[in-house]
């Protein structure tokens, strides 16, 4: 069973970077797209961003776009997502799994990214 760990969220001011790690363990995934997604209070999970499985191709939605980047490390089975030019609205609880179709393994417990104004 795999399990994904987030981890690297914070408090950050307006303006401010964080970068967000995602590790799984039981099993590797580095045969597959991975994504970060978020969730924010009263809203439903969206997409953020996508790396193909062996990272040359990135995704990302239209609202990060020119401030966050997502990369992988296939011999650490993790994947990153470096968040710079932070804005409120960025707030949310941040998730990694498999990207394009439905996710593949179960949702780990996401890490809280709060960006304050």
């Known amino acids: 069973q795999v399990q994904l760990v987030e981890s690297g969220g914070g408090l950050v001011q307006a303006g401010g970077s964080l970068r967000l790690s995602c590790a799984a363990s039981?099993?590797?995934?580095?045969?597959?797209?991975l994504g970060w997604f978020r969730q924010a209070p009263g809203k439903e999970r969206e997409f953020v961003a996508a790396?193909?499985?062996?990272?040359?191709?990135?995704y990302y939605t239209d609202s990060v776009k020119g401030r966050f980047a997502i990369s992988r490390d296939n011999a650490k089975n993790t994947v990153f997502l470096q968040m710079n030019t932070l804005k409120p609205d960025d707030t949310a609880v941040y998730y990694c799994?498999?990207?394009?179709?439905?996710?593949?393994?179960?949702w780990g417990q996401g890490t809280q990214v709060t960006v304050s104004s």
């Open positions: 799994n498999t990207a394009g179709g439905s996710p593949r393994f179960p």
């Open positions: 039981g099993r590797t995934f580095s045969n597959y797209a």
């Open positions: 790396i193909s499985w062996g990272g040359y191709n990135t």
